[in-house]
Structure formats: C-alpha cells, structure tokens
C-alpha cells in the first residue's frame, strides 16, 4: 500500500519539479479565459511543493516498506 502511495507522490512530485507550466494549466488555467501564464512566485513555489512530494514519495517507498 506504501509502495502505491509512495509511487502516486513520485510522480506527482516530478510533474511539479519538472513542469509547473503543466500544473497551472490542469489547476489554475481552465479559470480564465485568457491564455495567461504562470507567474515567476508560482513556478517556484510549484517547483518547492514538487521537491516536497519527491521526497515523501521516497520516504514512503524506502522507510515504510
């Protein structure tokens, strides 16, 4: 179950580090009807969350198994 959890926050945790970009599309973009991109503030901070949820990804895979 860990192994499942722990893969889910991996992956999530990479698409945030890896390409904010595409999270504000899928979470913020479908709110405006203008094609506005993600602010500076929001790629960092999204890139920060992403490092987060790598790390319990990891955590979750190699301590709770």
């Given amino acids: ?3 499942l959890l722990g893969i889910i ?3 999530i945790g990479l ?3 890896l390409s904010p970009s595409t999270v504000f599309q899928i979470t913020e973009g479908w709110k405006s009807d203008r ?4 602010s500076e503030l929001y790629k960092i901070s999204t890139r920060i969350e992403g490092c987060i949820f ?3 990804g990891i955590c979750c895979i ?3 198994h």
């Fill in 54 to 56: 790598v790390i319990m």
């Fill in 1 to 3: 179950m860990y192994i």
């Fill in 15 to 17: 698409l945030m580090v």
């Fill in 9 to 11: 926050f991996l992956g």
């Fill in 35 to 38: 094609s506005n991109e993600p």
């Fill in 62 to 64: 190699v301590l709770l």
